[in-house]
Nanobody, 126 residues
Framework: QVQLVESGGGLVQAGGSLRLSCAASGRTFSTCAMGWFRQAPGKEREFVAAINWSGKDTYYADSVKDRFTISRDNAQNTVYLQMNSLKPEDTAVYYC???????????????????WGQGTQVTVSS
């Protein structure tokens, strides 16, 4: 079993930066693929970024490509999401998720993930 706790959210002005962290407990973290998703009020949860178990392969939604960077530290059981050049449309609750298969699927879909954190709010003011 994997427990995930996100942190680092907050209020930032447009153009600013935030770094989200997701701390994982459990012995299987280093074999899990990890993803970040977000959900704005009244909208479905959407894919933001993902990273395979080794950190070698990363994936991004078109809306965040070249602005966000996902990374992981398996020694610290932590995955990060560095968010730069933030826009008001990035406002959402951000969730990290763990895929126990290590990334055998596309990593783009909610249903591919086995465990979820509680989420952290990111608000970008214009």
């Amino acid at each position: 079993q994997v427990q995930l706790v996100e942190s680092g959210g907050g209020l930032v002005q447009a153009g600013g930066s935030l770094r989200l962290s997701c701390a994982a407990s459990g012995r299987t973290f280093s074999t899990c693929a990890m993803g970040w998703f977000r959900q704005a009020p009244g909208k479905e949860r959407e894919f933001v970024a993902a990273i395979n178990w080794s950190g070698k392969d990363t994936y991004y939604a078109d809306s965040v490509k070249d602005r966000f960077t996902i990374s992981r530290d398996n020694a610290q059981n932590t995955v990060y999401l560095q968010m730069n050049s933030l826009k008001p449309e990035d406002t959402a609750v951000y969730y990290c998720a763990a895929d126990l298969s290590g990334g055998l699927g596309s990593l783009l879909e909610v249903y591919e993930y086995d465990y979820w954190g509680q989420g952290t709010q990111v608000t970008v003011s214009s």
